[in-house]
């Protein structure tokens, strides 16, 4: 399969722990996005990378959120003291391109509850 | 409130009909809207996009027009099959003279085929 993938699919936490997800882009993309997606809503964006620069976060990307790209490859997503209010979806894209508009392609998503 | 989020518009159809999708967007400076399809439990799918510069623009079984005097975005499936059930989101892109990063996403609308 040469789509983007995340893993894991499906992760039930309580709150306080740390959880952390995984992203793989198609191998040829060097953009890579992270969104968030609650029931009944589109997806919402959190931050993306080129290539290794973060280059922009949103201001939903509190404190207790952090993504990696260390080389520019696959990306981490990295929620610290989980609360209720952080059950969503998680979904990863990655797109070619730098300074024009290129079609982002979707993960399958984390889904994430924290009990 | 969270209830809100959750009554989606609906377009319930018959296998065969014609489908129409609505969608109102905010930013008039955006440079691309895109057209998802996002399945139950899957990743958002590219449709079709169009940009700001074009007022229609034709797929396979799918047509998109933009009117940007309304900021009205419009998704016409021809002769629509029960696997086109789904939630469909329009989704908007860059701003002219800026850099082509995150996806802004409206309001989805849930369409279901009737058989």
């Known amino acids: 399969d040469t789509g983007v993938s995340q893993d894991p699919r499906h992760k039930i936490t309580k709150r306080g722990q740390n959880v952390t997800f995984r992203c793989d882009p198609i191998s040829e993309h060097n953009r890579l996005y992270w969104y968030r997606q609650t029931l009944g809503q589109g997806p919402e964006f959190l931050t993306y990378f080129q290539n290794e620069a973060q280059l922009e976060k949103s201001r939903l990307l509190s404190d207790r959120f952090s993504a990696e790209r260390p080389k520019g490859s696959f990306s981490t997503l990295e929620i610290q003291r989980t609360e209720q209010g952080d059950s969503a979806m998680y979904l990863c894209a990655s797109s070619l391109g730098a300074t024009t508009y290129n079609e982002q392609f979707f993960g399958p998503g984390t889904r994430l509850t924290v009990l | 409130g969270e209830s809100v989020g959750l009554h989606l518009p609906t377009l319930s159809v018959q296998e065969g009909d014609n489908s129409i999708i609505n969608c109102a967007y905010s930013?008039?400076?955006?440079?691309?809207f895109i057209w998802y399809k996002q399945e139950s439990g899957k990743g958002p799918q590219f449709i079709i996009d169009?940009?700001?510069?074009?007022d229609k623009r034709q797929g396979q079984r799918v047509t998109v027009l933009l009117n940007k005097t309304v900021k009205h975005l419009s998704l016409q499936i021809a002769a629509t099959q029960p696997g086109d059930s789904a939630v469909y989101f329009c989704a908007e892109n860059g701003q002219i003279g800026t850099s082509y990063g995150k996806l802004t996403f409206g309001q989805g609308t849930i369409l279901t085929v009737h058989p």
């Open positions: 169009i940009r700001s510069n074009m």
């Open positions: 930013n008039s400076a955006s440079d691309y």
